[in-house]
């Protein structure tokens, strides 16, 4: 008796606990917390606030190695370190991510371990929710994968219920059918002699009604239940018809087609979320429908960025260093805005009476100039004043390509570098300069003729 006693108690105590948890659950928002290096660098937000929103914080091991500043790195070990979880994703989720993001067109803008932290979320999302039954396979899925694991027990309760409803002995069904054969057999003599009875007192005057005294109750029962289903139905019909897409709420049926979003009830409590600033990451986390948070970790449902759009072949490019199109290779890309909501729904947005302005854009090249074998100069060459010298009309031109090598190696330049001197010490004001390269001749080529 004495080993039992304490078996019950901890069987007691344990269901208390298990409430006290889920009661103390929801005092933190968030459970599963993957923090980018960009939040962590600027400390935004602090320390404090991380620890106190959210139950347990990850992040990957190469996020701690990117961070280069002393005092940063410092900073982040001592205070914010104790409090990580570091943990790499698996294979899988890594292959998953990437062809999602392939798809989705982010995957050249994205680094690897921008890949890697998204999918540390995916694979804490399906450890956490048991399996990915929220989440979205590809981007173009208006539905997500399936159905909650508790809504699902549910249906296959209700199934089941039915089936042993259905399922009945074969000796009662044998019995019920003996008995309806038997009343079957009694009743013929009994309705022929009523029937005869109201015919013969039928008659054309609308008072005049038959009466059948001998009819069975289930025969009324059923009649009444077809009017009241007939009724019902009838009700349903004039329902329905403040349904009907009129022209009156034509738009406003097409806004709520357009920002429908699968039927989930408001999630007080994320089980996991991704903190980051990164616009591409943010996409794709949005369409694969995990949840994003911003630095006041408040949840992300649709993030507006930039993209840029080639006027000639309409391709989209999200590299916004681009001056090229990746597609056609001309010089004819646009910065527009794009949106991407919480169904997954990429939105570019255009202006209404945009017009290409094609000034400067037929002019003749000036012709190359060659060198003499005596070694005598001809001239720079390029047109008057040399306009035309360094002309640049493709991305493969090596002049475009040694151009930007060198803004590349400017902007790695050290500063604290001994033999560095600053432009305004040396009078050059080209090196140092972090503009976009020159493409064509500009809008004024041919007013130099003049």
Partial sequence: MATTEPQNLAAAVQPENIKKETEAAPSKPIHSL???????????????????????????????????????????????????????????????????????GDLEV??????????????????RNGGDWRLRRTPGQKTLNGKAPA????????EEQKGEDAAQPQDTILEDTTTEEANTQEQPTVRQETVTEALDSLSLEPSAQPTVDTLPEGNTTSEAISKEVVEEDDDDDDDDDDGWITPSNLKKHQAKDQLRTPEQPIQKFLQVALLTSDYAMQNVLLRMNLNLVSPSLARITRVKTWVLRCHGCFA???????????????STLTRVSCSTDASGNF??????????NNRGNVYSVPKPVHGTSNGKARGSGGGKNGWGKDLILAEDQKEF??????????????????????????????????????????????????
């Fill in 151 to 158: 809504q699902r027990e549910k249906e296959g309760d209700a």
């Fill in 401 to 450: 390509m040694k151009k930007s090598t060198e803004q590349r190696k400017a902007r790695q330049r050290d500063l604290m570098d001994e033999d560095y001197l600053p432009g305004i010490l040396t009078g050059d004001r080209s090196t140092g300069t972090q503009g976009r390269i020159r493409v064509g001749a500009g809008r004024t080529v041919n007013s130099k003729k003049r």
């Fill in 316 to 330: 989209i490019s999200r590299d916004m260093s681009k001056q090229f199109c990746p597609r056609c290779g001309q």
């Fill in 34 to 104: 993957v923090v980018d290096a960009g939040p962590l660098i600027k400390n935004d937000p602090p320390v404090s606030t991380l620890i106190g929103q959210a139950h347990e914080l990850y992040t990957l091991p190469s996020v701690i190695s990117e961070i280069r500043d002393a005092a940063t790195r410092t900073r982040v070990e001592t205070t914010l370190l104790p409090f990580l979880k570091l943990r790499n994703p698996r294979p899988e989720s890594v292959k998953f991510v990437t062809d999602f993001a392939r798809r989705t």
């Fill in 347 to 356: 939105t570019v947005h255009l202006k209404r009476n945009f017009q290409w």
């Fill in 110 to 127: 994205l680094s690897r371990p921008d890949l890697h932290l998204i999918a540390l979320t995916y694979e804490l999302e399906c450890e």
